[in-house]
Structures are given as structure tokens and as C-alpha cells.
């Protein structure tokens, strides 16, 4: 069971976290009355919520920290419920009170688990990680320390050049050609003298047409072969420089901070933001996320964002930009990818094995982000990936609170 003083250290954070989030003024909740009400009283005391679902969650961490020895039990119901969420309550991303209660109660334990036993809870990190890094909880909680995921992507050689292929196999492919002509100086020699023998006969005997021989015809059909061949061989070439075009190197992902937004004036789904790329370089970009956030929800947030699509009006606002989310199937969640802490306004997002310059500007007609985007997707962990590569910046890899998702 967690100690007394950690207990004390957790209602101070819940308690101060709670009156963040209602706009209370945290001094307003006495040290005396955390220090002496329990979890269930002193939520009760600062929110002043009788919700049911609320009250579940708050009765779920007061037998967390007061039912020693089920706290492993009650933690694999918490990652079970959290293994299609972001947040507790809702279908959304936004934490309620609920999230706030529990994450302060939960982290008391999981301060004390050993690497091998937080494994067995990969939800649970994934949205304590989310939760503190959204929630102010003042200085009374030190942020968990949530090792990420060891990401190894699968290799991707370089594509070799004609003139660094491997000069052994030169050497294999001459040998064999000095061997093919050497057989056929054989066969040839062996033909001319079966001719010399039936010559008279063959002169006496008039031509009746001017067809090939067989000897022809087979060095025919090598020729054609031979041609064929090297048809075969510009087809891989030319399907493989069709999808060096088609790849997210192409693409010019890079972070940014959302320092202003509004909703769009002549469109209730879209909202604008003013996104800092760093260097003073400041682009507006419009984005269908008002269904999902308010303008204040997105302002200093770090995105992920497209910046070499061709700008363009929506709805008569010019937008140069497009910000990464991920979304589960039914679109019910919508959430921007999250930059790791740290990440440099303005880096580019790189994938390991997809090394090319991305283009000045994307062309439309190619459709080139319809063929790149259903490769882009979150896994299990949260992390965002192209064809299972992580989205790769300075500070680590990107992610989003919403598991096996599609990214757009």
C-alpha cells in the first residue's frame, strides 16, 4: 500500500489540478481539509458533482489507495477500459475531473513498479503520459517518467546505383558470357563440317523457299529473347521510380505551435490557426477540427504538420498547410499528432529508410497525398508511423492518445 505521505502529496495534486480545471483558485481548498478528507469527500468538496459516471471513477480511486493488495486487479481493469479510449469519459480527447482523480491516485502506485510490471499495462502509460502532459498539476507530482517504446523499424537498404552494383557480380555475368560464346563457337564448328559432308548433295537439291534454318531460328529466338529481356528489366525501373514519387519522403512534415485560432467566418466545421514554425516563419492553415476542439483547446499546442501542399482558399480563407491527425474508424475521435517534449519548432519529421528531399510544392493532379495516406497510421502504443516506420524527430517519436488509427 502506498505510503501515508504519498497519499498526502497525491490529494494535494488532485485538489489543485481539480480547481485548475473548474477555475477555482486553488488556495481557496484549506491544507487542513486535504490532509483530513478522503478522496470521495474531497472531490465531492471541490467539484460539487453528483454525475454518475464521474462518482464511478471517483469510488474506483478511493478503493484504489484504500484496498491494499487489489491494485493490480483494479489496474487491468483501468488498461482494459482505456484500450479504445483517450480519455475516461467521453468519446473525445478533452480529461474531465475523472481523468484528474484517477491519474492522481493511479501514479502514487505506478511510481513503484518495476519496468517489467508497467509493461503489462501499455494503456494505462499511454494515457498517463497524455494526461500529464496536458493537466497542470502544480509541483506537487514529478511527471512519471514513461520509458517509451523501443521502436526498430524494418531495414530498408539504399537502392544501389548501376554503378556500385557488387563488381563480383560483373565478373559472374562476363564469365557466363565467354562461357555462352565459347559453346556457341562449338555448336558452330560442329554444324560446318556436318554441312561439308552432304555438300554435292545439297548443291544438286534446288532451294524450294528461303526459309531460316533451325540453327537460325534458334539464334533468332535467343535474340528476341535477348530483347524481350531487357524490356522485362526497364519495367522494375520504372515501377520503382513511380514509387519513389509516391513515398513520404516527398512530403515536408514538420512541428509547429498553434499560437492563435478562430473559427472560420462563412464555416461552422472549420477553424484557423496561426502555426509558428520557428525562424519567424508563421503560416495560416485552415483545418476541419472545429466539430472536435474550440479554438482556445488548440492554442499552444504542438502539431505535426504538411507544408508543402499547395496553398489554397476554403471557403475564401487561404490555408497553406495541413495538420496530421488521427482519427479511430467512425470518426468520433479526432486528435492532432503530438510532438515528443523537446521536439524544435520547425524540424522536419524524418522516417528511417525514406531519405529523399520532399518537393517545393505537392502537384494536385498527382494525388500524390491520396496514395501516402493510408500508409499512415498509429499503433498499438500510440505512436505514429508511415508503412510501420515512427514518425522521427530529434526529441523522439511522435504520437497521438488514440491507438490503431488512421492519420490524415
Not at 502506498?2 to 480547481?19: F, H
Not at 558470357?177 to 534446288?206: H, I
Not at 503560416?283 to 501542399?309: C, E, M, W
Not at 496514395?371 to 516506420?389: Q, S, W
Request: charged share 25%.
Amino acid at each position: 500500500m502506498a505510503a501515508a505521505a504519498d497519499i498526502a502529496g497525491s490529494k494535494r495534486a488532485m485538489a489543485y489540478a481539480l480547481c485548475k480545471h473548474l477555475s477555482l483558485d486553488p488556495d481557496t481548498v484549506s491544507s487542513t481539509s486535504i490532509e483530513e478528507s478522503d478522496i470521495d469527500s474531497l472531490f465531492s468538496h471541490i467539484v460539487k458533482s453528483s454525475e454518475e459516471e464521474v462518482m464511478k471513477w471517483v469510488e474506483f480511486s478511493s478503493n484504489f489507495l484504500g484496498k491494499d493488495g487489489e491494485q493490480h486487479l483494479l489496474l487491468g481493469n483501468l488498461n482494459q477500459d482505456l484500450s479504445q479510449k483517450s480519455v475516461l469519459l467521453g468519446n473525445g480527447f478533452k480529461p474531465s475531473a475523472a481523468d484528474i482523480v484517477v491519474f492522481a491516485t493511479v501514479q502514487v502506485f505506478i511510481n513503484h513498479l518495476g519496468e517489467n510490471e508497467l509493461q503489462k499495462y501499455p494503456h494505462v502509460l499511454r494515457w498517463m503520459d497524455y494526461i500529464q502532459n496536458i493537466v497542470d498539476f502544480g509541483t506537487t507530482v514529478q511527471k512519471i517518467n514513461v520509458t517509451k517504446s523501443v521502436f526498430v523499424p524494418p531495414s530498408h537498404p539504399k537502392k544501389t546505383d548501376k554503378g556500385d552494383a557488387d563488381p563480383s557480380s560483373k565478373k559472374v555475368v562476363s564469365g557466363q558470357k565467354n562461357v555462352d560464346k565459347s559453346d556457341a563457337n562449338v555448336d558452330s564448328r560442329k554444324a560446318a563440317e556436318e554441312n561439308k559432308a552432304p555438300e554435292n548433295k545439297a548443291n544438286t537439291t534446288p532451294a524450294k523457299n528461303n526459309k531460316p534454318s533451325g540453327d537460325k531460328k534458334k539464334s533468332q529466338e535467343k535474340s528476341a529473347g535477348k530483347a524481350n529481356e531487357g524490356v522485362a528489366d526497364k519495367a522494375p525501373q520504372k515501377t520503382a521510380e513511380k514509387d519513389s514519387e509516391c513515398n513520404v519522403s516527398i512530403l515536408n512534415i514538420q512541428v509547429g505551435l498553434i499560437r492563435k485560432a478562430w473559427k472560420h467566418p462563412s464555416a461552422d466545421s472549420l477553424l484557423v490557426e496561426e502555426i509558428d514554425l520557428g525562424d519567424g516563419n508563421v503560416r495560416q492553415v485552415v483545418s476541419g477540427l472545429a466539430k472536435y476542439f474550440s479554438p482556445d483547446d488548440l492554442v499552444n499546442r504542438h502539431v505535426v504538420l504538411i507544408t508543402n501542399v499547395k496553398p489554397g482558399k476554403l471557403r475564401d480563407i487561404m490555408s497553406a498547410g495541413l495538420v496530421l491527425c488521427a482519427s479511430n474508424k467512425d470518426h468520433t475521435v479526432v486528435e492532432p499528432l503530438i510532438p515528443p517534449e523537446g521536439a524544435k519548432l520547425g524540424e522536419r519529421i524524418l522516417f528511417a529508410g525514406f531519405d529523399g528531399k520532399p518537393e517545393d510544392v505537392l502537384n494536385p493532379k498527382k494525388k500524390q497525398l491520396d496514395k501516402i495516406t493510408p500508409d499512415l497510421r498509429t499503433v498499438e502504443n500510440g505512436i505514429a508511423t508511415y508503412r510501420g516506420i515512427p514518425f522521427t524527430t530529434s526529441a523522439g517519436p511522435c504520437r497521438s492518445s488514440v491507438p490503431n488509427a488512421n492519420i490524415k
